[in-house]
């Protein structure tokens, strides 16, 4: 069983940046930022393999967010710049046993960006 927290989170303005932070308390493969606003279905932010060679987002984050990871610190991150009021979610830190799936989830953390 893998433990994930994340960090991060926060309130910002239109425009600005944060960076989320996803440690893991152990070996993971595939691993993947997602969000969800309530009464919403959860959205795929981004992912990243093991290698950490390929990369992917969704549509809404492309060219704003960069998805990246130290398997040394086991640890995920996610640079958020140009933030918008639509980015407001609790953003959740997800991870596999392979690297074709997510098994592990974090609690979460709220990021709330403001007009």
């Known amino acids: 069983q893998v433990q994930l927290v994340e960090s991060g989170g926060g309130l910002v303005q239109t425009g600005e940046s944060l960076r989320l932070s996803c440690a893991a308390s152990g070996r993971t493969y595939r691993m993947g930022w997602f969000r969800q606003v309530p009464g919403k279905e959860r959205e795929f932010v981004a992912g990243?393999?093991?290698?950490?060679?390929?990369?992917y987002y969704g549509d809404s984050v492309k060219g704003r967010f960069t998805i990246s990871r130290d398997n040394a610190k086991n640890t995920l991150y996610l640079q958020m710049n140009s933030l918008k009021p639509e980015d407001t979610a609790v953003y959740y830190c997800a991870a596999g046993t392979t690297d074709y799936n997510y098994v592990y989830w974090g609690q979460g953390t709220q990021v709330t960006v403001s007009s």
């Open positions: 990243i393999l093991r290698s950490g060679g390929r990369t």
